[in-house]
């Protein structure tokens, strides 16, 4: 493909920070029809940072791994986290918890939580881990065929409600949960796609049913809170250490921020494992061999027992599969960051209010760190790949302060998921099935994954 394509011939002859600006600006509408394509041919066109305009806003395109550092690692606080289309478009459901919040309030509720998933808890949380699983496929059968991406997403509900909630949801909340949040990834894309933004406050019948939506969530998380309260018995996790401080600081800590701390760790805890074991088994489904090494290690290192967490350092192909599924299908496929003042990046001038992008999606498809990036290759990170590249080329869960607190919990749960899983059955894509990207704030199966389930 000609990179410069569709360029008048007079900017053939510009210099090349013109061609950029142009380029970017004659390609926006192809963003909002395809952004992964987008941004895909964004880094492949060349350029380590490409700047543009948004009407009156500044925009700037990171492509290359040193500058992305600079960013969300090195230069951090000089930034804010969330853009405020994003922060506009999710406060209503989010509130002020730990996706949004930002300095020493994100840091000091960063620092309750934390505790809840130090090594030790994470570890005694395997189990559940375990059991939830072995309790859903306990109810498939041979020959079904299964939407496995609503599966996945029972089961790592279950999972981050036993683990960091100490509740079982009962089915009536899980379809809340789940209204809530198919609402609000629908909402997000046709707001960004939108010629004209209505005001979030403006009664719109569809706004007055999100509202509605998130009051009924709402009602879910405080009845949820409320039964821990009632509880004296404290297991240490996520919501015990957030309602034990809240004692302890004399109600700094208010039952809105209650709320919206457990929304937060709620939704992002399930959401995005689901999304990854569900590109994970669509990639085995379509990668015989891969899935055959997988069996041959589960079947080495298990002998057909249940998975458990001290088997995770004899499961390296698998972690192996998670990490290259993760690469080609990061749930988190677009990180946005905003200069807080006038500031640099590798001696480029940086205004105040540039709103800087960083895409895992188009990164970790760099061939300069992954050779023959379109193939799914768990092999390339058998021999110390992750720590060779720089931590701007592979970021699937974000990275500097602002990474995602819970990335050990959630790679311990994929490949924990993926042993039990795959022990127990083959999944095959159902023929005809339409396999179609939903680039939301995650990285959904539009049409979800139906899969033909096969009892080993």
């Given at each position: ?218 009602q879910v998380v405080y009845d949820i809170i409320n039964q821990r309260c009632t509880n004296e018995k404290s297991q240490g996790n996520f919501l015990d250490l957030l309602i034990y401080a809240q004692q302890k600081e004399g109600g700094q800590i208010t039952l809105q921020q209650l709320r919206d701390e457990v929304i937060n760790i709620f939704l992002a805890g ?84 540039t709103r800087v992008f960083a895409v895992p999606w188009s990164a970790h498809r760099n061939p300069e760190f992954f050779p023959e990036p379109e193939k799914f290759n768990p092999s390339r990170w058998e021999d110390g790949l992750a720590k060779r590249i720089p ?66």
């Amino acid at each position: 493909m000609n990179k410069l394509q569709n360029l008048p011939e007079h900017l053939l002859k510009t210099d090349t920070s013109t061609l950029k600006r142009h380029w970017l600006f004659s390609h926006l509408l192809q963003a909002a029809r395809d952004p992964l394509s987008f941004f895909n041919y964004a880094r492949e066109y060349g350029a380590d940072i490409i700047p543009s305009r948004v009407g009156w806003t500044r925009v700037l395109l990171l492509n290359h791994p040193n500058y992305i550092e600079e960013v969300f690692s090195q230069q951090n606080r000089m930034f804010m986290r969330k853009g405020h289309f994003l922060r506009n478009n999710s406060k209503l459901l989010l509130g002020n918890g730990l996706f949004l919040s930002e300095g020493k309030f994100y840091q000091h509720q960063r620092k309750l939580a934390q505790p809840a998933f130090h090594k030790q808890m994470i570890t005694s949380y395997g189990e559940v881990m375990v059991e939830e699983t072995n309790r859903v496929i306990a109810t498939w059968q041979d020959g079904q065929k299964r939407d496995v991406y609503q599966e996945f997403v029972g089961i790592t509900m279950s999972i981050i409600a036993k683990t960091m909630l100490g509740t079982e949801l009962a089915p009536v909340a899980a379809n809340i949960v789940t209204t809530v949040l198919d609402a609000t990834m629908n909402r997000f894309v046709n707001r960004m796609n939108a010629l004209f933004l209505v005001p979030n406050w403006f009664p719109t019948p569809g706004h007055l049913r999100f509202r509605r939506a998130v009051k009924q969530l709402d009602q879910v998380v405080y009845d949820i809170i409320n039964q821990r309260c009632t509880n004296e018995k404290s297991q240490g996790n996520f919501l015990d250490l957030l309602i034990y401080a809240q004692q302890k600081e004399g109600g700094q800590i208010t039952l809105q921020q209650l709320r919206d701390e457990v929304i937060n760790i709620f939704l992002a805890g399930h959401e995005s494992t689901a999304i990854a074991l569900t590109w994970t088994s669509y990639l085995l489904s379509q990668h015989p061999s891969v899935e055959a090494k997988l069996i041959e290690e589960l079947q080495t290192v298990l002998r057909g027992r249940t998975p458990t967490v001290a088997d995770l350092p004899q499961l390296r192909y698998t972690e192996a599969i998670a990490l290259e599924a993760l690469r080609l299908y990061p749930p988190v496929w677009l990180m946005e960051r905003v200069a807080l003042e006038d500031t640099e990046i590798s001696g480029y001038s940086v205004a105040k209010g540039t709103r800087v992008f960083a895409v895992p999606w188009s990164a970790h498809r760099n061939p300069e760190f992954f050779p023959e990036p379109e193939k799914f290759n768990p092999s390339r990170w058998e021999d110390g790949l992750a720590k060779r590249i720089p931590l701007g080329a592979y970021f699937p869960f974000s990275l500097g302060e602002r990474s995602c607190i819970g990335k050990d919990f959630g790679m311990m749960e994929i490949v924990l998921l993926i042993a039990t899983i795959f022990q127990n059955f083959q999944l095959k894509l159902v023929p005809g099935h339409p396999v179609e990207i939903f680039p939301s704030l995650t990285l959904r199966p539009k049409h979800g994954m139906k899969m033909l389930l096969t009892k080993r």
